[in-house]
Every structure is written in structure tokens, then in C-alpha cells.
């Protein structure tokens, strides 16, 4: 099983500042098809279902705000978002679609500062 | 556009069954594989089973293998996870989704006595 580790559980950032999460998967999640990691990031808010920001590690999803961007080195993956707003209060949780058993990161609570 | 809709939760006591069902539209169903994942009151989200796209392999999360089944009907264009000896661990609410990117609203299963 690979496992995924989320950093940190939480963080508080200012409105229009930078917050950033970080991933780390135990082993690689390349998909040697077509180069790309499996690695998938998504927002959560109470009482509603995973909204998918970021795939194949740095694709935006259609629709997402370009404030948010994903990025890798090795194992290593971050996602970022550039200039917090309000509507970005939620808990993000990373996930690797590498292999089965697919396996999501602990999440992070992000909070305005 | 892509549609889920998950069914089926409710109350159950514990060691008892349930099915839960999520229709699909909006896309050829019978052509993508399909996942439920989980998410328990104040947790985060889990991994429980997928499904190929013409029903013919599955995996599940160790957590559920040997209890729950996971299975398609294409002509119906629904998915189906039957749970059975359910325990008071299983109590979250159900997400089907596709790929990573669509998912569905989700379904409440509460395993109480």
C-alpha cells in the first residue's frame, strides 16, 4: 500500500496571502503512459462532496481558479494557493490513484489568519 | 454533464445490511470504472472499493474486504455497494464517483444499536 502523508493538519493564513500543503507519497506514482503522476487534490466543505482542484499533479481542473496549482520533485507534491480568499476555507486532502488500495493524505484545515 | 446519484443509506444496527445504489447519466457508463469512498463523521476521507468498467475486477480498502461487494449493472447504468455485517465503524456518508474527477452527492449510513 502506498502511503500518502499530508503537512500540516492545519494552517492559518491572512486573506491574499499564500498558503501551501504538502504531500508525500512512499513510493512513486508515475505513470509511465504518459509520464504523469497519479496524484489528485481536492477541497472539501461541510456537507458537500469532493471537489477535484488538481490532477495528474499539476492539471487544474475546468473551472478551478488558477489561483490554485499543483506541483511535484519525485515523490514530493504541493499544492498552492496564491492568494487566499474566503471561499477557500475548507479541509484539502491529497490522494494517489497510482495503485489500489488508492490512498488519501489526513487532510489539512485551512483558516483565515 | 456528468451525474451521480447515490441512494440507499439510512439506520441500520450493527451485523445487519444495506445496499446502497448510485445512478448514473451523462456519460457511457459502461466504459469507465467506478469507486465509493467514505468519509465518518469528523474524519477524513477513505478509499473503499472500485469496480471495472465491465464488472469483471474489484478491489476493496482492507477495512471493508470480505464484508462489502461492489457490482455494476451497465444496462441499468447504476453502480451498487452491499454491505453486509456492517459495524458501528462503517457509519459515514458514501461517495460513488468517476475517475477523480465527478462524484456525487453522497449517501448517510448510520450503524447504530
Known amino acids: 500500500e502506498i502511503m500518502v502523508t499530508q503537512s500540516p493538519d492545519s494552517l492559518a493564513v491572512s486573506l491574499g496571502e499564500r498558503a501551501t500543503i504538502n504531500c508525500k507519497s512512499s513510493q512513486t506514482v508515475l505513470y509511465s503512459s504518459n509520464n504523469k503522476s497519479c496524484l489528485a487534490w481536492y477541497q472539501m466543505k461541510p456537507g458537500q462532496p469532493p471537489k477535484v482542484l488538481i490532477y495528474w499533479a499539476s492539471t487544474r481542473h475546468s473551472g478551478v481558479p488558477d489561483r490554485f496549482s499543483g506541483s511535484e520533485s519525485g515523490t514530493d507534491f504541493t499544492l498552492t494557493i496564491s492568494s487566499l480568499q474566503a471561499e477557500d476555507v475548507a479541509v484539502y486532502y491529497c490522494q494517489q490513484y497510482y495503485n489500489t488500495p488508492q490512498t488519501f493524505g489526513q487532510g489539512t484545515k485551512v483558516e483565515i489568519k | 454533464q456528468v451525474q451521480l446519484v447515490e441512494s440507499g443509506g439510512g439506520v441500520v444496527q450493527p451485523g445487519r445490511s444495506l445496499r446502497l445504489s448510485c445512478a448514473a447519466s451523462?456519460?457511457?457508463?459502461?466504459?469507465?470504472?467506478m469507486h465509493w469512498v467514505r468519509q465518518a463523521p469528523g474524519k477524513g476521507l477513505e478509499w473503499v472499493a472500485v469496480?471495472?468498467?465491465?464488472?469483471?475486477?474489484?478491489y476493496y480498502a482492507d477495512s471493508v474486504k470480505g464484508r462489502f461487494t461492489i457490482s455494476r449493472d451497465n444496462s441499468k447504468n447504476t453502480l451498487y455497494l452491499q454491505m453486509n455485517s456492517l459495524k458501528i465503524e462503517d457509519t459515514a456518508v458514501y461517495y460513488c464517483g468517476r475517475n477523480v474527477t465527478d462524484w456525487g452527492q453522497g449517501t448517510l449510513v448510520t450503524v447504530s444499536s
Open positions: 451523462g456519460f457511457t457508463f459502461s466504459s469507465y470504472a
Open positions: 469496480i471495472s468498467y465491465d464488472g469483471s475486477n474489484k
